[in-house]
């Protein structure tokens, strides 16, 4: 039995090898990675500043080897063999471990539709180069999927000035992750950038022309990229006899059903206490799921608990939510001068918050409303609409308490 061994090595695979290090565990590490690349994050692929693909790295070379992390760089593993705790590469090398993380991470959904392979994924740093090495004056794009991934590329491409056509199955763009009220304004902004929709229908056929839409339109296209959400990655698990459902399943301690095998990232679904399990997509969870599992993994008993949180950049606008809103929930609206706060009541505590304003003028106000909703307040909903009444006198509130 050799140590432990990380199975992907994105953000959450990487982030756990270096906390099982903060955790003190001295054993050998073992990192495996099919990108050809260091490991790196995935959210600046689809926020470029410039006009080429952004790396932006995890750690360096040296890092990993200071920290006593044996990077497998371009390595794919094939096999699971949990009767003799044992790794196969897909070189035929059989590396055997003490426990072993699941961070595989996920991967697009594909269309089905005929001419379906001339659409490009966007997922890796090979699809960002692939798309931005097309770019060019006159290109005409056509993004599938209306998402977030999706949205942040059409609102790049439209500062390059390209054409852009999005096809989204649901009446409006942005419906699922992303509060109404803030949906419906991205949704105008891009609109007033020129960005074409083709809603309320699905993708016929593709050719290297035009994508053909269910209704028949036809709409022109030089490059089409399918951003249709993603699947998590299972398929070594489940052939190795892992319990998976929408992801690899775990207990609250990032523990799948097999002995001293954990998961963690956008692969792991984990139970939740009312019964069910939860698959986040967020760069946050892979990190604060990672340090859970790699502590645990280091000895200690932790159950994984994280206030949900993402973000995403769109023109000039940044959007950040804090926990799950629901329609159910009561929502109060601050309008400030750099954007709008919406604060979500769940009978009367404040559950989730978010916040779409110019740059990063709103993030110290949702980290503000993140400490408020660990500290479960009942905020007066007049109050927390008031501009005037500074969300630190509400934790200062709840401190005097
Ligand atoms: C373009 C883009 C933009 C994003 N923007 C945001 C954002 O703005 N905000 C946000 O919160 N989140 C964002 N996300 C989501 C966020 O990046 C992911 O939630 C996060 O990367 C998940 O990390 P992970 O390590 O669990 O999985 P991944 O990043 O998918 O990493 C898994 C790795 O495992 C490797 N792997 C899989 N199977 C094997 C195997 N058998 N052997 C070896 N290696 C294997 C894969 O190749 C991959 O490198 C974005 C994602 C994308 C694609």
């Known amino acids: 039995m050799d140590g432990i061994i990380i199975i992907g090595a994105g953000e959450c695979g990487t982030r756990a090898a270096f906390a099982l290090r903060e955790a003190k565990y001295s054993g050998a590490i073992t990192l495996i990675g099919a990108e050809p690349h260091l490991p ?23 890092a990993l080897a200071s920290a006593g ?8 593993a094939s096999k699971l063999d949990s009767e003799t705790g044992a790794v196969i590469l897909n070189d035929g090398r059989a590396l055997t471990y003490e426990k072993l993380l699941f961070a595989t991470g996920a991967r697009p959904r594909k269309l089905t539709c005929p001419g379906a392979e001339l ?33 942040e590329l059409a609102s790049v491409l439209r500062g390059k000035d390209i054409t852009v056509d999005v096809i989204e199955s ?16 991205l949704f105008a902004r891009h609109i007033a950038e020129g960005v074409g929709f083709h809603l309320g229908r699905g993708v016929a056929a593709i050719n290297s022309f035009s994508v053909t839409l269910t209704d028949g339109t036809m709409v022109p296209a030089d490059l089409v990229v399918s951003v249709i959400g993603v699947l998590p990655e299972t398929t070594l698990a489940e052939a190795a006899g892992l319990m998976t459902g929408n992801g690899i399943q775990t207990d609250i301690y990032l523990r799948t059903n097999m002995p001293n095998i954990f998961a963690a990232g956008d692969c792991a679904a984990v139970a939740q206490p009312g019964g069910g399990y939860i698959r986040y997509e967020t760069w946050r969870n892979a990190r604060v799921q990672a340090e859970t599992a790699a502590r645990n993994m280091a000895g200690s008993a932790e159950a994984f608990t994280t206030l949900s949180w993402f973000w995403s ?73 008031d501009p005037r009444a500074n969300l630190k006198m509400f934790l200062k509130s709840v401190r005097a308490a």
Do not use: W
């Open 313 to 385: 950049d769109q023109y000039d606008l940044n959007l950040q939510v804090a926990g799950l809103p629901q329609p159910t929930h009561q929502c109060v609206l601050r309008s400030l001068p750099a954007g709008e706060l919406e604060f979500y009541l769940d009978n009367g505590r404040l559950v989730a918050a978010a916040a779409l304003g110019s740059g990063n003028s709103l993030a110290k106000d949702i980290k503000l409303a993140e400490r408020l909703i660990a500290a479960g307040i009942h905020p007066d909903p007049a109050a927390l609409a």
């Open 170 to 185: 649901a009446p409006k763009p942005l419906g699922r992750a992303v509060p109404m009220r803030f949906a419906e304004k």
């Open 40 to 62: 790196y994050e995935r959210p600046p692929l689809s926020k470029p500043t410039g006009d080429l693909a952004e790396m932006k790295l995890i750690c360096t070379s040296d």
């Open 119 to 151: 659409a490009l994924d966007f997922r890796t740093y090979a699809d960002a180069e692939m798309i931005f090495s097309r770019m060019g004056k006159g290109l005409r794009v056509v993004i599938i999927g209306g998402g977030l991934i999706g949205m």
């Open 69 to 76: 992390i044996d990077y497998l760089q371009g390595s794919s």
